[in-house]
């Protein structure tokens, strides 16, 4: 069973950056895609980003394109979320999530396998 564990969540001025990170529990991890998620209160949960094990190809919401990176250290089996110019919609728990067929990366949540427990961004006005 893989655990995933996210971090790097807190409170920032809209404008401000933020970066998450998600480790997972096995170095098999490695072989992993990796998405992020968020969820808002009253909303739906959404793909923000992603990235393939192989070819490390990486896809974005485009809410998110230009403001967010994801990038992966296979060494030490995390993934991360550079986030820059916030803003205030961006206020969400954000989610890691790994699939065991890292030659993908859906977009729906039902494609992923494992999910962590969250983390919660806020971006003030």
């Known amino acids: 069973q893989v655990q995933l564990m996210e971090s790097g969540g807190g409170l920032v001025q809209a404008g401000g950056s933020l970066r998450l990170s998600c480790t997972a529990s096995v170095r098999t991890s490695s072989n992993f895609a990796t998405g992020w998620f968020r969820q808002a209160p009253g909303e739906e949960r959404e793909f923000v980003a992603g990235?393939?094990?192989?070819?490390?190809?990486?896809h974005y919401a485009d809410s998110v394109k230009g403001r967010f990176i994801i990038s992966r250290d296979n060494a030490k089996n995390t993934v991360y979320l550079q986030m820059d110019s916030l803003r205030p919609e961006d206020t969400a728990v954000y989610y890691c999530a790994a699939r065991r067929d890292g030659s993908f990366v859906p977009t729906r949540s039902r494609g992923y396998d494992y999910w962590g427990q969250g983390t919660q961004v806020t971006v003030s006005s």
């Open positions: 990235i393939r094990y192989f070819g490390g190809s990486t």
